[in-house]
């Protein structure tokens, strides 16, 4: 198995990954989503109550989410949908899945690229075992080249689960940590570049000290190194009033020369900064969060095209198997609106740090 | 739990005592006070009894002229709050000005069970205004109904104000000595919780979002519930940090907003927590002091079970 990252996953790739936290759950899903829509494919996300976090973490990784939505570039499929599917036969699912690939191509999308929160399927509802869907879409990726990431966290599957369906796929992803407790993950994003997501507390305080001076040690012996050290806290989402002194405390000694940089900061977190001396600190540098997140378009609940609604509508196992064509219907969600608006393609450019985690991390 | 309440060395608060006979000698008193103060071009801030406010400012009016929140409903009771009320209150009339005159008089209807609430808000008062350059002169009867606000004034206040005549009080006794030995009173016991959530330092995460699911429906705003969030989290905290592994939390869903109640099995080294800001350079202490800004009612208090503090935040 090889070592890449979600973002690099290109058609024909059908890979898996283990998540060892939630918030690690989200940076794969947001990474992977953001891969495709920077290819301009049509992408794709099967929820099953985690699209909230997902679009969030899209939102702070300063994805055009609601853009994306309005134009159906980025789509959400209902929870009822998903679970839909391990009621149905496997052909409905394969016949889904071509209709998604039909769809996109008749949008004029480059490609189509899908994950989600498939747990539902893991318990097996309509006795069909989850692997047998997963052939399927391994099948489908092949033939259609498209690019599938299943995601298997242990807060949905169970440790059997998770082997059974790793030994399943071919490739694995993997994105290490520079540390992961579970409430809090940090990530280099560059030499002197770290990424902070989660809730940072008395339970994991010394390790924000360790990560500064560690970072700083890294910027002071490197003589090309940048001078600012920067904390990406757009996924920050709780600082305690002990963590915020002492992001205060790390940069009044900093040496003169360094600044401590606190990127893309929530409001909740710019106020306790603010409460703990943030303001009065000379090195250390606050930038606001520019879109406040949590202020996300509602997603659709209701199905979109005929096939989904057949499959939220599935009944148990027994349901009367029905073999389709695949390719004669495509998702009508999105009208012609879509294929005429590519909102992505025009704001590539206007921002150069818009995606500093993933870009970094790929490197 | 470990946290501050100390005096700084440099104290501007000058903190003064006059006695009065009666309601009527204190009334006029105050009034006299009132006068003299405005006549000097002072400005003037007041908790007094309703009645001797009402003289006040008939008779000098209400320009330069002040008065201050006086303890009420779920917030009462706790002379802690109320000297850290008076603080916040105070910081901004001084930042406006030169120096601030308070006149505060003694209220029987404060008194609670024991006339204690006196005792710990004149102790709170040397702690949380200290820095402040403030000359504060409190009236308090020689005959109160609880012999508690006679003694607790005596050893609170460092001068006493008799006939005209400044002079320097021999009884007076720093907040730590006063209150050493002094039960601090608990507060009004309330029914039963609505949750309690026995957890650890690794569960502080499950104690936020325990106030992040209760506080939007209680009718904080977005803001206020992540500031009770916070406020909440450094007292629930601080009971894991300095007092025990273990602690246990409570909360009330109240129609007056929401009561977390915190408590552990340690000890209590400073009683009066986060009165007062702590030094930049100083690492801890800052939590209970922001929690009380956040707060309408922060309350310490101790037993031989352990500490306990009850918070209270109103939408």
């Given amino acids: ?46 929820d099953d109550g985690t699209s909230e976090q997902v679009l969030e973490r899209l939102t702070e990784d300063r994805m055009p989410v609601a853009a994306t939505l309005r134009s159906g570039q980025l789509q959400v ?45 893991a318990d097996a509802p309509a006795g069909i075992p989850m692997t047998a869907y997963d052939a399927a879409l391994d099948d489908v990726v092949r033939e259609r080249r498209f690019t599938a990431l299943c995601l298997y966290d242990h807060g949905h599957y169970s440790q059997d689960q998770i082997e059974r369906m790793r030994a399943a796929h071919r490739e694995e992803l993997s994105a290490p940590a520079a540390y992961d407790d579970g409430l809090l993950r940090i990530t280099h994003t560059g030499v002197t570049a770290v990424r902070l997501a989660g809730e940072a507390d008395h339970s994991n305080r010394p390790v924000i000290h360790k990560l500064i001076t560690d970072t700083l040690d890294r910027a002071l012996r490197s003589a090309d190194a940048p001078t600012d050290i920067e904390l990406n806290l757009a996924s920050l989402r709780f600082l305690d009033v002990a963590g915020a002194v002492a992001l205060v405390h790390a940069a009044e000694e900093f040496p003169s020369s360094h600044r401590l940089v606190l990127g893309d900061v929530r409001p909740a977190v710019q106020r306790v900064l603010d409460r703990c001396g943030a303001p009065f600190a000379t090195q250390l540098v606050v930038r606001e969060a520019r879109q406040p997140p949590g202020r996300l378009p509602e997603v659709a609940d209701e199905p979109h095209g005929p096939r ?56 | 739990m470990k946290v501050e309440s100390r005096v700084p060395a440099h104290t501007r608060l000058r ?31 007041v908790a007094v009894p309703p009645l001797v406010e009402k003289a006040v400012f008939d008779a000098v009016g209400h320009a330069g002229v002040v008065a201050l929140t006086s303890p009420y409903g779920a917030s009462g009771g706790s002379g802690q709050t109320t000297g850290a009320t008076w603080a916040r209150e105070l910081r901004s009339l001084v930042q406006s000005d030169a120096g601030v005159t308070m006149l505060c008089g003694h209220d029987p209807a404060h008194d609670g069970v024991d006339g204690g ?137 109240t129609a007056g907003g929401l009561v977390c109640e915190v408590h552990d099995t340690g000890d209590l080294d400073e009683p009066l927590p986060g009165l007062t800001a702590p030094h930049p350079a100083e690492p801890r202490g800052r939590g209970v002091w922001i929690a009380r800004q956040l707060c309408d009612l922060l309350h310490v208090w101790q037993d031989p079970a352990g500490t306990h503090v009850r918070l209270h935040a109103t939408p």
């Avoid at chain 1, 064509?325 to 495509?330: A, F, I, L, N, V």
């Fill in chain 1, 1 to 46: 198995m090889s070592v890449r990252a979600a973002e690099d996953l290109a058609s024909g790739d059908h890979a898996c990954a283990v998540p060892v936290s939630d918030e690690q759950l989200w940076e794969l899903t947001a990474r992977f989503l953001s891969g495709g829509l920077r290819r301009n494919e049509k992408v794709v996300y099967f």
């Fill in chain 1, 308 to 363: 989904e609604r057949r499959l939220a509508e599935a009944g148990p196992a027994d349901a009367e198997p029905e073999v389709r064509r695949p390719g004669t219907t495509g998702p009508d969600e999105a009208g012609p609106d879509a294929v005429r608006e590519r909102p992505w393609a025009g704001v590539t450019d206007d921002d150069p740090h818009r995606e500093p985690a993933a870009e970094g991390a790929a490197g």
């Fill in chain 2, 117 to 253: 609430y006196w005792t710990e808000l004149d102790a709170a008062l040397n702690v949380s205004l200290a820095d402040l350059p403030v000359e504060l002169v409190c009236l308090y009867p020689v005959w109160p109904l609880h012999l508690e606000v006679l003694e607790g004034a005596r050893v609170n206040h460092p001068y006493v104000l008799a006939g005209g005549t400044l002079t320097e009080n021999p009884e007076h006794r720093c907040p730590l000595e006063v209150l050493r030995g002094r039960e601090r009173a608990a507060p009004l016991v309330l029914g039963p919780p609505d949750v309690t959530y026995r957890y650890n330092s690794w569960q502080l995460h499950e104690v936020r979002r325990l106030v992040a699911r209760l506080a939007p429906a209680l009718g904080f705003d977005a803001v206020r519930s992540e500031d009770l969030v916070l406020a909440v989290n450094e007292i629930a905290t601080n009971a894991v940090e300095h007092g025990a592994p273990q602690a246990e939390i409570q909360l009330w869903a």
């Fill in chain 1, 77 to 121: 499929v209902p929870a009822d949908v998903t679970r839909g599917a391990f009621r149905s036969p496997v052909a409905d699912v394969r016949a889904l899945l071509h209709s998604y690939v039909d769809g996109s191509v008749a949008q004029g999308w480059s490609g189509f690229r899908m994950t989600g929160q498939l747990s539902y399927g």
């Fill in chain 2, 15 to 45: 903190h003064v005592v006059e006695f009065h006979d009666g309601p009527a000698d204190q009334l006029a008193r105050a009034v006299a006070f009132a006068r003299a103060t405005v006549r000097r071009g002072e400005q003037l801030a």
